[in-house]
């Protein structure tokens, strides 16, 4: 609302409105949901953050990182493993065979033929560990374009409809963002979110006669 309109009819502490303050990034600073508080705004409201981005206020940045740690894949789609599948399926009956014989010989009481009344059972708890490798890994990241001061626009969500309002805070690289929350669109935009991906690089063999 500007000063020529009068005094203006929204009012955050209304229910049916929320609003945030976000920066140049996308991340939340101010919101009446606690939980929103310091995260990235798309993961608040995709649908609001998606038509922003499509409105070309924000624009997405692919970040790399080359130090990050990934899960290893024990489902290997290199050539080289067949050729070793049957070393693999020996291996590993062999290793079967070792710890089952093992824990036979630990659980087995020598103590029950003279005491038969006495009976313990125990099992060793199974964990599962994670074993993480180096890798690279690309992730988004979304930048305010500052040439947009102020936009609006409704969006449109199955039986209701969302409207919102942002404006840029004089002199800052904050957003001041006002959307209408009594409409859910969540089904139709699903959040946006900051998770990196792993980055597969293809090896390209070129044979030279």
Known sequence: ????????????????????????????????????????????????????????????????????????????????????????????????FLSNLLLFLLEFNFCSFWHTEHFADAYAPKKKWNILQPCDTEYPSFIYEPSVKETNSIIKCGRCQKMFVVQQVPESNLLMLVVQGDCDCSRQYPPITLEPREVKYILLMCCFM
């Open 1 to 96: 609302c500007s000063f020529v309109e009068g005094v203006c009819p929204l009012r955050c502490d209304s229910f049916d409105i929320e609003c945030y303050v976000i920066d140049n990034n996308g991340f939340v600073l101010i919101s009446k949901q606690r939980s929103a508080a310091g995260r990235f705004f798309g993961e608040t409201d995709g649908s609001v953050m998606t038509t922003l981005i499509q409105m070309g206020m924000f624009k997405r940045v692919s970040l790399f990182d080359y130090q990050a740690m990934c899960k290893t894949n024990f489902h290997s789609v290199s050539s080289a493993r067949p050729l070793l599948s049957s070393f693999y399926a020996l291996a590993s009956t062999f290793k079967w």
